[in-house]
Each structure stands twice: as structure tokens, then as C-alpha cells.
């Protein structure tokens, strides 16, 4: 039976369920350390199968596909950082600094990898290229969200303690440890956890969804203890609701426009489309949690999860749409 196009994904319906639950029964006092020791190892372990189950050559070979890279890195990392500055005079009265800087993390955040692959495929584009492209986005990203995050913060005139990403060594020291080095350790031992990995790719998907959810659950229960969300009225979650549609109904029909200016096959078209316009959950989430250590993780991380829901059911309507246009083309020829 076909899923109906409205019904969240089971991702979204599990994050829902977490965050009832972190606002029901939150964590305190010993066990708050004990969630943070674990969250941190299973964080690692995600990037280590991230890092086992990326193939080489699929990388090698999309990496000679540059300007197609260049232009979804070019919508990634300049065009959504600069849609988040320049909408700041409306976007922040609507929902609040703290929010704001939600929304600017969204904007630093590389693109997806799984999701993007997963839609360019469907939509019958060019897979390998998205592959590579979505790929490299989230390694480049451990870099530069980080750099991107300080410069927004100092554009935008944040103060230290006033919600905004503070660079320091301990920051960089908790990407690398936690995030870069798992990862570099799982491309190293490749060739030996590299079929594990292929042949339990359920077990792998577990994983991946239980680490999100457990890092969910403890930004939102920590919120929970603080009483972050006591004064945070609905009508600021609608904001935040159009705010994440205005940017995808900006960089969207942008990325579709540029590709064919520029000459792209239909299938890179699809690619660029889909790599350029998506934000990850899967490593925004973690590095959140490092980079606003001390911080409303909770609430900055709410832009996230509202974003990512919202793209997963745009981009699963545009990914149906290209399809059946390529099913008719091909009728025709």
C-alpha cells in the first residue's frame, strides 16, 4: 500500500514521540551524565559507519563532475547563508534571537546524504553525482558550519552568552574527536567493516535513527529542566514554519532555474536540485550539540526538525513530479 503523500515520514513520527516524551519525563540530575556519555559514543559510532559505508570510487568519480559540485556547494554554503542574514529584519521579530540563530545554523548546515541519494534516484537524476556531491557537503561541513557559524554570529552582532556559536578550541577539539576522526578511522578500516556495513544496512539504519533520537531526546529534555519552552506561544511555530517554506521556495525554483541557464542535463538538474536545497538532521543534530554546548540546544535545534520535515515532504512531491515527466517523455520517444 502506497504511503499518503501528507503522512510524516517514521523519523518525524519518532522525533515527535521523543520530544512528548523529553517534555513528559526529562532526564535529571546523575543520569543527565550518564546520557551525555552515551550520546557522545553513539554519535561517534554514526560517523564511523558514515565513514565505512562511503564508497571511494563513487566519490573519485563524482569529484570529476565539478561544476555541478560547485554550483550545489556555491547554494550550501553562500547562497543559504546569505538568504539568512539578509531576511534577519523580518525573520528575527517574528520568532526571537534564539530561534534566529536556529534558523542561521540551518543555513551553515551541509546537505543530506541518505535523503538526497534517495531522491535523485527516485526522480531518475544523475545518482552518482548526487552521491558524491552530498557526501562531500557533509565532509566539508565538519569544517566549515563551524567557520560559517562564527562569521554569522559576528555579522549579525551576537554577543558571547547572548545564544551565539562561540569558536574555540574545545569546539574544534569536540568536531574532530567526535565527528572527523570516527569518520576517517571507518574510510581506513573500509575494506573490513566496509561489507559488514553493506549487508546489515537495517541494523546501520537503526543506528543512525537511534542516535538522532537520543540526541534529541536529551537538547529537548535538557529545554524541558530549563523551561525553555514555557513562554514559546504557537503563533512562533507557525512563524517558524514559513520562514523554513520561504527558504525552500526560494533556493528551489533557483537551483531549477540556474541548472538550465547553465546548461545541465535533466538528470544533473535533479541532482543539483536536491543536493543544494537540503539540510542534514543526521549531523546537524550533533554538531548542535557541540557547538551551543551550554546553550539552549533544545531550541536551536527546533528549526531543524521543523526544516527537515518540511523538506522531506517537498522534496518527495518534486521527486514524484520528475518522474512521471521523465515516464512521459520516454512514452513519447
Known amino acids: 500500500m502506497q504511503r499518503p503523500r501528507w503522512l510524516p515520514d517514521n523519523l518525524v513520527l519518532l522525533l515527535i514521540a521523543v520530544v512528548v516524551l523529553a517534555t513528559l ?46 554550483l550545489v556547494f556555491a547554494a550550501t554554503f553562500v547562497l543559504f547563508p546569505l538568504l539568512g542574514l539578509a531576511l534577519r529584519p523580518w525573520l528575527e ?70 545564544g551565539a556559536a562561540q569558536l574555540s578550541w574545545h569546539t574544534f577539539e569536540g568536531i574532530v574527536t567526535t565527528l572527523l576522526l570516527p569518520f576517517v578511522a571507518g574510510q581506513a578500516l573500509q575494506r573490513w567493516t566496509g561489507p559488514w556495513v553493506a549487508a546489515h ?20 529534555s535538557a529545554a524541558t529542566v530549563q523551561g525553555l519552552y514555557q513562554h514559546l506561544p504557537p503563533a ?25 541557464v547553465l546548461g545541465f542535463s535533466r538528470e544533473d538538474e535533479i541532482a543539483i536540485v536536491f543536493c543544494g536545497s537540503k ?6 543534530v550533533p554538531m548542535a ?24 515532504m517537498v522534496c518527495a512531491s518534486i521527486a514524484r513530479r520528475y518522474a512521471r515527466e521523465t515516464q512521459v517523455q520516454l512514452v513519447k520517444a
Open 289 to 312: 550539540q557541540i557547538l551551543f554546548a551550554g546553550q539552549a540546544v533544545g531550541l536551536l535545534v527546533l528549526p531543524l526538525m521543523v526544516f527537515h520535515q518540511l523538506q522531506l
Open 201 to 220: 544496512k537495517a541494523w546501520v539504519r537503526v543506528s543512525d535513527q537511534s542516535t538522532i533520537l537520543l540526541v534529541v531526546y536529551g537538547a529537548f
Open 25 to 70: 519525563l526529562p532526564v535529571h540530575g546523575r543520569g543527565v551524565a550518564v546520557l551525555d556519555a552515551l550520546t557522545q559514543a553513539a554519535v561517534a559510532l554514526l560517523f564511523f559507519l558514515q565513514g565505512s559505508k562511503l564508497s571511494r570510487r563513487a566519490v573519485w568519480e563524482g569529484l570529476l563532475h565539478w561544476r555541478l559540485h560547485a
Open 279 to 284: 539540510k542534514t538532521l543526521a549531523s546537524g
Open 93 to 162: 521579530p517574528l520568532v526571537g534571537p534564539t530561534l534566529y540563530l536556529g534558523v542561521l545554523f540551518i543555513c551553515a548546515l551541509p546537505s543530506t546524504v541518505q535523503s538526497s541519494i534517495a531522491f535523485t534516484s527516485l526522480a531518475r537524476g544523475n545518482v552518482a553525482a548526487a552521491m558524491c556531491s552530498a557526501s562531500t557537503s557533509n565532509i566539508l561541513g565538519m569544517a566549515l558550519t563551524p567557520l560559517l557559524m562564527a562569521a554569522l554570529g559576528h555579522w549579525v552582532g551576537a554577543q558571547a552568552g547572548s
Open 236 to 260: 512562533t511555530l507557525a512563524a517558524l514554519l514559513g520562514i523554513c517554506a520561504l527558504l525552500l521556495a526560494i533556493v528551489m525554483p533557483l537551483l531549477t532555474w540556474l541548472s538550465r
